[in-house]
């Protein structure tokens, strides 16, 4: 049977009543449905309308996909009317996508393509998924029968791929049983995966009675926060933002922090997490779990009266000597992990508890001159910013001399780099007066800072000139 008609030209033929001959159309490059295979070009038919539109040539003199021609075998009889002719494919695979575009948040919903497929079964598509920086990703869907099919993509699947954004799903290749390429119909689909918030709760797992604690998710511009805690404890801070103060009350149990993060409209996406607290009146151990190589950090219990406390830290040093008291300091080495360990209470009856440490590595700040350190007076120099483990965006400081140099300072974000100094001025007695920078590095992330780096330039007097320094040329007279 004819699957698909040219509807973009028609020829119509007239001959006298009783008169016979063959028919033959010729395709050109504006001939729409023309195969680009070879092979599926001798699929190509005439159609007459008689109606329906039914077959009636299928020799084919193929040159290629802009140029041939298709003739009837068997002449046409014509009776005095108008006949109509157009070109046509016989049984020839196809495949289009029927379903619109689609956005949806990181909630579990799942992005479905329609499509449908027709020809030889069983069928086989190429599907190609591409976002907006060029990255693609292919499927393949086999053994299909004739009609409509469905296939469904997950948030993470499309994240995966180039993360949020949009994406065009189309349908590249369409295949019939003997292998034979078919005609992809339309258009394709766009696929939006909607920014959505991944918001991660910082903050002590463990909490002391009457204590005041800090809980946070990362600051994300334009996303909106709504914070709740149940009645153990209460926000004393704004609880719309993206850091607040709980101070817990004289009730143990276990706590449920909740948080809701949106993202900006108009296409806002909302996820909401809790995070579940245990109020303890003892043991708890208080302190930052998230630390820095070689850093100092307390950690401390309730101090109560005739309590024990044995500690125990690996990944870092404590300061003081045992027997140990209900605080201590911690002086953490450059792994990269860690372990506090508290056993308190009265003798014979003492509680064990512990809390994991991450030792985020320290950045180190690179500093270098761009040309000369040497300067003449009133000349600017080029400083160029680097780092290790400093993250993504890491956070740069400058002084001069010791101070913080405002010039830098006062600079809008995103700060340059390389950075063009003021004017280095000489001045004093001696012939070059040097200026010391120093730059310091922060990783965003972690909270680590680098030591300072520093590169000092000398910026040289300028010759004087003038009679005074004028010295005739006397020679030879």
Not at 209 to 215: F, I, M, P, Q
Not at 328 to 348: F, N
Request: glycine share 8%; hydrophobic share 35%.
């Amino acid at each position: 049977p004819l699957q698909l008609i040219s509807n973009n030209e028609y020829w119509t033929l007239q001959g006298v009543n009783g008169a016979s001959t063959n028919v033959r159309l010729r395709w050109d490059d504006q001939s729409a449905i023309i195969p680009a295979g070879a092979l599926d070009r001798q699929k190509l038919r005439i159609a007459q309308y008689l109606p329906p539109w039914t077959k009636v040539g299928e020799t084919v003199n193929d040159v290629n996909q802009n140029q041939g021609t298709v003739q009837t075998s068997t002449p046409v009889s014509f009776d005095g009317s108008s006949k109509v002719f157009t070109l046509a494919i016989e049984q020839t695979a196809s495949a289009e996508i029927t379903s619109g575009d689609v956005s949806a948040c990181n909630d579990g919903s799942t992005f479905a393509v329609n499509y449908s497929v027709a020809g030889d079964a069983p069928l086989r598509v190429v599907i190609n998924v591409e976002h907006t920086t060029g990255t693609t990703s292919t499927y393949f869907q086999n053994d299909l029968a004739e009609g409509e099919h469905t296939i469904e993509f997950t948030y993470a699947e499309l994240f995966a791929i180039a993360g949020d954004g949009a994406y065009t799903v189309t349908i590249e290749e369409v295949y019939d049983v003997n292998d034979l390429a078919g005609i992809v119909l339309g258009t394709g689909v766009t696929l939006t995966a909607l920014p959505t918030p991944n918001p991660i709760i910082s903050g002590p797992t463990s909490v002391m009675t009457e204590s005041v604690t800090t809980y946070s998710v990362a600051a994300v511009a334009g996303n909106t926060y709504s914070w709740s805690v149940d009645v153990l404890g209460a926000i004393v801070t704004a609880d719309d933002q993206n850091t607040i103060n709980i101070e817990w009350g004289t009730s143990t149990g276990t706590a449920t922090i909740t948080l809701s993060q949106s993202s900006p409209a108009p296409n806002s996406c909302t996820t909401i997490v809790t995070y579940e607290v245990d109020v303890r009146d003892w043991p708890v151990i208080i302190g930052d779990f998230s630390v820095c190589a070689n850093s100092t950090e307390v950690y401390e219990s309730k101090e109560v009266a005739g309590h024990e406390y044995l500690w125990v830290v690996q990944g870092g040093t404590i300061q003081e000597t045992a027997p140990y008291g209900y605080q201590i300091t911690v002086v953490w080495s450059s792994q990269t992990a860690g372990r506090v360990t508290l056993t308190q209470g009265p003798s014979g009856d003492q509680v064990t508890i512990f809390e994991d440490v991450t030792i985020n590595a320290s950045p180190t700040a690179i500093l270098a001159v761009d040309g000369s350190a040497d300067v003449c007076d009133g000349d600017p120099i080029t400083l160029q910013f680097n780092h290790t483990g400093g993250g993504i965006a890491p956070n740069y400081e400058l002084h001069l001399n010791g101070s913080v140099y405002q010039p830098y300072e006062d600079e809008s974000a995103p700060k340059p780099n390389p950075y063009i100094t003021e004017p280095l001025i000489w001045n004093g007695t001696n012939a070059g007066k040097e200026y010391t920078f120093e730059l310091r590095v922060t990783n965003t992330t972690t909270g680590c800072t680098s030591i300072w780096n520093n590169k000092t330039v000398t910026v040289w007097k300028t010759p004087e000139t003038g009679p005074q320094y004028h010295i005739p040329n006397t020679h030879g007279m």
